[in-house]
T-cell receptor, first 114, second 114 residues
């Protein structure tokens, strides 16, 4: 599958700060997904983006589908301790049957200091 | 979204042995997938579990090492065969909703091989 690179790889932030992270690809995607993985759990879907230029919010989270379709951005406003975890972008590719396979980004590890 | 249960949640195994991981979904789903997440790494697709036919494996994964069963639309198993310490990972199953749509994940099986 395609390689998705996430930046930054990890970050420490103060509670209350805003966070920005991005995901880039060498290939075009028609859908961008953002997941969060807490320790000991599977990834949980945060936001799905389906159209180039689309901006979608989920509470304090806002994600954008890049206009080139090769990148996506996730912002978290006013971070809180429960935002700690690993954030993954993912892109569907290579449809198999009635669903697409997913390729995952390298991940951004978020740690919040009180 | 579907509720996905994996068993066991974790295990410690001896090298050379095999372990079968179960994935149960609370509703009928067409597509199920198995992923591996090595320590500190992102998720990598192992195979697509096809109901009523052989699984479709990604490059680098083979049926002899990771046999998969999919006897019905709510259940799948992944066996990790002849385990070595390099197989120590989290193994996750997921269900697909449709083309270019998100997948939803179980909480994973944390496997350590001594």
């Amino acid at each position: 599958g395609q390689q998705l690179n996430q930046s930054p790889q990890s970050m420490f932030i103060q509670e209350g700060e805003d966070v920005s992270m991005n995901c880039t690809s060498s290939s075009i995607f028609n859908t961008w997904l953002w997941y969060k993985q807490d320790p000991g759990e599977g990834p949980v879907l945060l936001i799905a983006l389906y159209k180039a230029g689309e901006l979608t919010s989920n509470g304090r989270l806002t994600a954008q589908f890049g206009i080139t379709r090769k990148d996506s951005f996730l912002n978290i406003s006013a971070s809180i301790p429960s935002d700690v975890g690993i954030y993954f972008c993912a892109g569907p590719w290579g449809s198999t049957g009635t669903a697409s396979k997913l390729t995952f980004g390298t991940g951004t590890r978020l740690q919040v200091t009180l | 979204s579907a509720v996905i249960s994996q068993k066991p949640s974790r295990d410690i195994c001896q090298r050379g042995t095999s372990l079968t991981i179960q994935c149960q979904v609370d509703s009928q789903v067409t597509m199920m997938f198995w992923y591996r997440q090595q320590p500190g790494q992102s998720l990598t697709l192992i195979a697509t579990a096809n109901q009523g036919s052989e699984a479709t494996y990604e490059s680098g994964f083979v049926i002899d090492k990771f046999p998969i069963s999919r006897p019905n639309l709510t259940f799948s198993t992944l066996t990790v065969s002849n385990m070595s310490p390099e197989d120590s990972s989290i193994y996750l199953c997921s269900v697909g909703q449709g083309r270019n749509q998100p997948q939803h994940f179980g909480d994973g099986t944390r496997l350590s091989i001594l």
